[in-house]
Each structure stands twice: as C-alpha cells, then as structure tokens.
C-alpha cells in the first residue's frame, strides 16, 4: 500500500503563488506516473497535472498551463505543483495520485488510471 502526504496549501489574495508537496512511501516513487488533480466546491474532480516517472514529460490542463509547474524529485519519493498567478477559479482541494505501471494506460487525464490518492490540501484564492 503506498500513502500519499499532500501539504502547501493555504489561503492566497489572486494573483499570488503556493507550492503543494506530495511524499509518497514505499520504494517504486520513481516508477509511478504522478498527478495533481483538484475538486472544487460544488464541482466535479478534474485533472491539472501529472508527470511521467522520469519527470522528462509533463502534462497539463488548459485553465493552469502556463501558470502551474509540476515536477518530481526521485531521491526524495516527492512531486510538487507550483502554482502562480492563482485565480479565485483555482480554490479546490489538491490531490495527488499516483499511477503503478500494473495499470498505467498513458491517459494521464483519468482519475480512473490512478491507484493511489492522497487525502487532498485545500488551496483558497480570495479576490
């Protein structure tokens, strides 16, 4: 079983930045396609990130590319998101999923593809 520990969020004005981390126990970090998703209120969870396991391809939903950043540090079984210019739009809780090559299908934007899931961090953008 591996657990998935997000933290970073917080309450930010618009126009400011956070970085989320998710550690991630067990031995087989460097071999899982890693993801940021995020459920909003009263909204469906959808896709923001994810990242091969070699951190060489990255992958990104259209309302955050350009302004959010995944990325992953092997060493340390961690994947990141930082996030600038935030927008009222981006208050949601941020999970991080990890995908197992057992079942990784290369549809990155899929929470179905994801075997493990993180409790979530809760990112409020105030106007």
């Known amino acids: 079983q591996v657990q998935l520990v997000e933290s970073g969020g917080g309450l930010v004005q618009a126009g400011g930045f956070l970085r989320l981390s998710c550690v991630a126990s067990?031995?087989?970090?460097?071999?899982?396609?890693m993801a940021w998703f995020r459920q909003g209120p009263v909204k469906e969870r959808e896709f923001a990130a994810a990242i091969s396991w070699s951190g060489t391809s990255a992958y990104y939903a259209d309302s955050v590319k350009g302004r959010f950043t995944i990325s992953r540090n092997n060493a340390k079984n961690t994947v990141f998101l930082q996030m600038n210019s935030l927008k009222p739009e981006d208050t949601a809780v941020y999970y991080c999923?990890?995908?197992?090559?057992?079942?990784?299908?290369?549809?990155?934007?899929?929470?179905?593809?994801?075997?493990?899931w993180g409790q979530g961090t809760q990112v409020t953008v105030s106007s």
């Open positions: 999923a990890a995908a197992t090559l057992r079942n990784y299908t290369g549809n990155y934007a899929w929470p179905g593809e994801y075997d493990y």
């Open positions: 067990g031995r087989a970090f460097s071999s899982y396609t």
